[in-house]
């Protein structure tokens, strides 16, 4: 629950406010943008009040997706409705709930007729689960690389659901049934394959959907800042110029949307997405991990 005697400093006056405790992930900024602002060290305040019905739902999902749980309303302390699973689009629902052990990352369920697809894990919460019950449960979690395995191992209890994860970094997912060494497309089930792009880590994949959606985990997303798709030089640990080759990779795969763990989720459009992965690489090969780092509104660099 938030804290109003932590409140930042920077929230304009009314019921909601975000609390210092925040921890820089900007989750809350892709679900509530023009509410919630960013101050210059990088922490959440309210710059507005919602408006209306539609602006209050985008600021309920902000606060239940925090993973520090920093956002709270004093007259309201519960949503009207549940905020997540919420749809981005049809077959594809967010999950909010995003985990601090996993550094805020996003995860998503994806509706498959083989059994639905768990994309990281939100935390663990009875009243998520009934309601991912209703769509039908979780045949497979998907585990994109070591950082964003949350509560993982209680979700596939509770469906039976097997856990893939690359060899790469299996250690951070001991419980894992699934671990797959290829780098090359590895079958999930029908229309899904994980594909690695070493990187970020050494054992990081994207998972591939019906040849339009793709889950990058912490790999690839939208800078909602820049209007473009991009990395995060900052959070490269394993290899800045293997992630350019990985970047290569990708750019011969077809996709629309793009869900990352990190970043914006976005509707890029096949044609987009190919002109800008086409150069991706090659860009960042130029540029160095350095220079990346310093272009104007780079990535977000989550703690
Ligand atoms: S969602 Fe992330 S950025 Fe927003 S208030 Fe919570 S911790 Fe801070």
């Known amino acids: 629950m938030a804290r109003l005697d932590s409140a930042h400093p920077e929230n304009v006056e009314g019921p909601w406010f975000v609390d210092t405790r925040c921890i820089r992930c900007d989750v809350a900024r892709h679900w509530a943008p023009g509410l919630i602002e960013m101050d210059s060290a990088g922490r959440s305040y309210l710059a507005r009040q919602p408006d209306g019905p539609e602006e209050s ?4 999902r ?5 993973p520090s749980q920093s956002i709270g309303n004093i007259e309201i302390r519960r949503p009207p409705d549940p905020s997540f699973p919420h749809q981005l689009t049809p077959g594809v629902w967010a999950l909010g709930h995003n985990a601090q052990s996993s550094f805020g990352a996003h995860s ?6 083989n059994g639905n697809l768990m994309v990281d894990s939100p935390r663990y919460l009875r009243g998520l689960a009934e309601l991912v019950d209703d769509l039908g449960g979780v045949g497979h979690v998907l585990l994109s690389h070591r950082d964003d395995v949350a ?5 596939a209890e509770r469906y039976g659901a097997q856990v893939w994860i690359h060899a790469a970094d299996a250690d951070a997912a001991p ?3 699934v671990i797959f060494e290829s780098t090359g497309p590895t079958e999930v089930s029908p229309g899904a394959v994980a594909v690695q792009v070493p990187g970020h880590t050494e054992g990081s994949v994207v998972f591939h959907v019906d040849d339009r959606w793709l889950f990058t985990g912490d790999t690839l997303h939208w800078n909602h800042r820049r209007g473009e798709l991009d990395v995060t030089p900052e959070q490269t640990f394993y290899s800045w110029a293997v992630l350019a080759d990985s970047m290569d990779r990708l750019s011969e795969l077809r996709a629309e949307w793009v869900f990352p ?4 989720w976005h509707n890029v459009g096949a044609e987009l997405y190919a002109k800008q992965m ?5 860009d960042m090969r130029q540029t160095g991990q350095a220079g990346w780092a ?8 989550w703690e």
């Open 57 to 60: 739902a985008a600021l309920w």
């Open 62 to 66: 902000a606060a239940e997706a925090c």
């Open 108 to 113: 998503y369920l994806v509706e498959r007729p």
């Open 151 to 155: 509560d993982a191992d209680r979700w």
């Open 175 to 177: 419980y894992a049934t």
């Open 261 to 264: 763990g990190h970043g914006k």
């Open 278 to 282: 086409a150069r991706l690489g090659t």
């Open 294 to 301: 310093r272009r104007p509104d780079a990535a977000f660099n």
